[in-house]
């Protein structure tokens, strides 16, 4: 059986990316740690080859922060989100000035991804 999710050799990566978080990771995070959602989040989590900005693996919800570089990756993007769909995890995806501009609605639009049916 092939391990999918946090795998060890992936752990270097996570571990610089939770100690490089860009401005928009933290204040999203301020908002999901402890359960403040009803639900646990985890940050950097692995899964394949992929590294998740935020995933809940109870509602297996995805969330993903995207700078100005995502502009130039759409089609890694797309692909990465494909291969999490076939994974049944849903992906949401925001902008970095969403979250700068209008952090309670990105807040808003995740309270009723994970207040919807898992797939």
Aim: aromatic residues 10%.
């Amino acid at each position: 059986m092939t391990i999918l999710y946090n795998k060890s050799k992936n752990l270097g990566k996570r571990l610089f990316l939770r100690r490089n978080q860009t401005l928009q990771e933290i204040i999203l995070w301020a908002r999901l740690r402890r359960g403040q959602t009803g639900y646990k989040f985890k940050r950097q989590y692995s899964v394949g080859p992929y590294v998740l900005d935020f995933y809940c693996s109870i509602k297996k919800l995805a969330i993903e922060i995207d700078g100005s570089q995502h502009i130039e990756n759409k089609e890694y993007d797309k692909e990465r989100t494909k291969f999490l769909n076939n994974l049944g995890i849903r992906v949401l995806r925001f902008w970095n000035n969403e979250v700068n501009a209008n952090i309670d609605g990105v807040v808003d639009k995740i309270m009723r991804e994970l207040d919807s049916p898992s797939p």
